[in-house]
């Protein structure tokens, strides 16, 4: 008889919309980040080949769906599936798909008829690929979870963000949800918080068939005299979280905050930022942040050690919700 025991491997590999995440997740977990050699050829086609096998291994794929110079979305997601689908052929053990920010998040449902559900399209495109479970943080709604047919890690940069208010923010504020589908959020955000944070939330429109628009028409809580603090899962083009801020001063607020997972920033959105009312924007580092984009108001949060806490549990067979007490399921 050969009795043989497997020696565990964990590779970190990461597509190029993000690099520098990756990097830092790498060095929190003390793990070399492995080099997927992607190559675009002349016709646009992308290529992986690994420099090294990862046969047997558990394998982290890294990989944010985002716009960079010359490459789209959808460039992104592709390259994130070559990847997997490599690593698959490769004869890896376990393949996890590490989606900072998880492309077409917003597609959820129909909202009209004739409309696809995008978020499910890309899920199962994950799954086809071959990836084994999926690692993202603050997707756009929970039922998410639901598209994908295995385990879903899905993590919440609130800790991250109520973190820099516990340092650098003082007074009476309220914890503010620019409409009411976030209004969940800011209640967990002023759970972490001190114990006395009030909660409100604005009350928005979007004109009929209008994409990219939003009216705010009133506040629900009282925000008279105090500091108010948004919280989001995303900033795109900025249109609601500057709405909900010109409320909110019209309400009577003092001062107004903004805080959200990931810093999207379409055109407009830097625009309005520098010219709004809101003194402070507080981000992650989900996406990456181009210089151009980088106004005074904006001050940018690490994710990279929750993301290696997360990796680490999931490689030994942990549990990832006991790293957010449970709180990461919403």
């Known amino acids: 008889m050969i009795e043989v025991v497997p020696k565990r491997k964990l590779y970190l590999l990461s597509g190029r919309s993000h690099l520098q995440l990756s990097e830092d997740i790498a060095s929190h977990l003390k793990v070399e980040l492995s080099l997927p050699n992607l190559v675009d050829f002349a016709n ?14 558990d394998v982290f794929i890294f990989q944010s769906h985002c716009r960079t110079p010359g490459r789209s979305v959808n460039d992104s997601l592709m390259e994130h599936w070559l990847m997997i689908d490599a690593a698959k052929r490769a004869s890896a053990k376990r393949i996890t798909a590490v989606c900072p920010y998880y492309g077409y998040s917003r597609q959820d449902r129909k909202s009209k008829g004739r409309e696809p559900i995008s978020a499910r399209m890309v899920s199962d495109f994950f799954l086809t690929a071959g990836a084994d479970r999926i690692m ?3 997707l756009h709604s929970g039922q998410i979870q639901g598209f994908f047919d295995g385990p879903v890690d899905h993590l919440t940069a609130v800790p991250v963000l109520t973190s820099y208010l516990r340092e650098h923010a003082s007074g009476d504020f309220v914890m503010v949800a620019p409409d009411t589908g976030r209004t969940k959020v800011a209640e967990q955000a002023a759970r972490h918080l001190f114990g006395g944070v009030d909660v409100a939330s604005v009350y928005k429109r979007r004109p009929k068939d209008g ?6 028409l009133d506040v629900m809580g009282h925000v008279k005299g105090k500091m108010c603090v948004l919280i989001d899962d995303m900033i795109d083009t900025a249109g609601t979280i500057c709405a909900a801020a010109d409320i909110l001063i019209d309400k009577g607020a003092t001062e107004v905050w903004a805080m959200a997972t990931h810093a999207v920033l379409s055109d407009p959105a830097v625009d309005r930022l520098k010219n709004s009312q809101i003194t402070r924007v507080v981000v992650t580092d989900t996406l990456p942040l181009p210089s151009e984009k980088q106004i005074d108001k904006i001050e940018v949060c690490s994710v990279a050690p929750m993301f290696a806490d997360a990796i680490n549990a999931v490689f030994e067979d942990g549990s990832v919700s006991q790293i957010f007490g449970g709180e990461n399921q919403t």
């Open 211 to 216: 994409v990219n628009q939003v009216q705010a």
């Open 44 to 57: 646009g086609e992308i290529r992986p080949r690994f420099q090294e096998s990862v046969r047997g291994a």
């Open 136 to 138: 993202s943080v603050d």
